[in-house]
């Protein structure tokens, strides 16, 4: 715990945990308005990778307001009160660093990664951008413009667009299913005053997280926040909650693409689930690799698809487990059929005790590798503090997956595939009535 006077004033609360045997440890920190720092020190590197996360994403949108997230994630890189929008982009470059940002569904995150003498010019340039931005008229016109072409790039790419179909169709009018990019008609119409009034209400200090990993001093970081960020105290508003209709669901959009891409989905289980980790267990045994069961089916042994595999979107309150598939017209009935027809074996025939533990190796395996890099530790702080409140060691997540049973996978899949829940999403040429009947 810090002792100074200033630090007694700003830190609210601070947590400490060992999650390494090597020394890695993780921090947290609340100043008294609201915003959370958290970091987990590696002292074996000489990196910083820092992110500044807001919980606000596409699906906090109105319909008026869809792409304005991911068009303030643009804007705020093209100039504030200091600099340029060249002076941002040389900032951290000209010092060997890096910045980027993402928008999702349900965060937007502004990024960079620095070596640890630079923390402070990153955490300068950091706060410039996310609390002084201008957001002039002219820029705004021509980011816009920008982001069309985006748009239009995307809706040209059919293993992209499959998944704004899918998500359109398995959420039917919720935000959840509205493009992240918006459209472009939405886009160009978007007054400035919408798009300053949205931020002014989401970018709060009670619903933002700064997080840190590499090679960081907590106390030094919270520091540095303190004197460089100047969020407005309270909390974003409260998004949408989710809602599904409960009923199977089939869109076909024909085009004359080469391809046929079908995504094939159920409701999953949310990001605080007890069930997550059985959830990644699950979909890593149907397609989490070229050993899994849907690549082996479908593309080793029937050659129906060059890709297939099964991932999960975890969201604060809900879940989707999903399959996607790029096949040929003449073969859309089969390959959808392999699908459910392994779901249901899942569902009703426990893995053999030798499965289970050859899965759990590659689980606990691929996190591992994952943690290697600070950017991928620096975006678990800050997910897991948005979502969950709270910060799971590697340590306390392989342990999850080491009590993951037969059983407990069975009994998932059993509630996960209930085909009177199914969406199936098909973008690409498809024959008339291909999947009349599918699921009964």
């Known amino acids: 715990m810090a002792t100074g006077t200033a630090e007694r004033d700003l830190a609210v609360r601070m947590n400490l945990r060992t999650s ?13 308005n609201g915003l959370r720092v958290v970091t987990e020190t590696i002292p074996s590197v000489r990196s910083i990778s820092i992110g500044v996360w807001v919980d606000v994403g596409s699906r906090s949108e109105t319909l008026k307001e869809n792409g304005v997230s991911h068009l303030i994630e643009h804007m705020l890189f093209k100039g504030t009160r200091q600099r340029s ?17 993402f928008t999702s569904r349900e965060q937007t995150c502004y990024t960079a990664r620095v070596l640890d003498e630079h923390l402070e010019s990153a955490i300068d340039v950091l706060s410039d951008i996310t609390c002084r931005a201008t957001l002039t008229p002219f820029n705004i016109k021509r980011e816009k413009q920008v982001i069309a072409e985006e748009i239009k790039e995307s809706q040209d790419n059919p293993s992209d667009r499959i998944y704004d179909i899918f998500a359109e169709t398995f959420w039917n009018g919720h935000p959840l299913g509205r493009p992240i990019l918006g459209s472009q008609e939405n886009l160009l119409g978007m007054p400035r005053r919408l798009i300053t009034g949205y931020l002014n209400r989401h970018y709060r200090a009670d619903s933002i997280v700064i997080s840190a990993a590499g090679s960081v001093s907590h106390q030094r970081l919270v520091r540095l926040v303190r004197k460089y960020f100047e969020f407005p105290t309270g909390a974003s508003p409260a998004a949408e909650a989710a809602s599904y209709s409960g009923q199977p669901k089939i869109h076909v959009e024909n085009d004359d693409n080469q391809q046929t891409h079908i995504c094939i989905g159920h409701p999953g289980v949310p990001f605080d689930s007890p069930n997550r980790i059985t959830s990644v267990a699950l979909s890593t045994y149907l397609g989490g690799g070229m050993s899994s069961v849907l690549f082996q089916k479908v593309r080793e042994q029937k050659g129906l698809a060059y890709a297939v595999y099964s991932y999960n979107d975890f969201y604060r309150d809900t879940g ?10 003449r073969h859309v009935r089969q390959s959808v059929d392999i699908v459910l027809k392994e779901y249901a074996r899942v569902a009703k025939t426990k893995l053999s005790s030798e ?49 993951v049973s037969a ?13 009177s829940k199914l969406t199936i999403a098909v973008l690409g040429p498809a024959e008339a009535g291909a999947l009349d009947g599918i699921g009964h």
């Open 20 to 32: 390494s045997p090597n020394g890695d440890t993780y921090k947290k920190t609340r100043l008294k």
């Open 407 to 419: 059983s407990s996978l069975t009994e998932l899949a059993r509630h996960s595939f209930d085909n």
């Open 85 to 101: 929008a060249k002076e941002i982009a040389s900032a951290l470059e000209s010092i060997g660093g890096s910045m980027n940002a």
């Open 355 to 403: 499965k289970l533990d050859r899965l759990k190796a590659q689980i606990k395996g691929q996190i591992t590798l994952g943690m290697e890099s600070t950017s991928s530790r620096m975006s678990r702080l800050g997910r897991q503090e948005l979502m969950m409140g709270r910060f799971s060691s590697l340590t306390q997540i392989l342990n999850e997956v080491d009590k």
């Open 320 to 329: 989707i487990v999903n399959t996607y598939i790029g096949t040929d017209a």
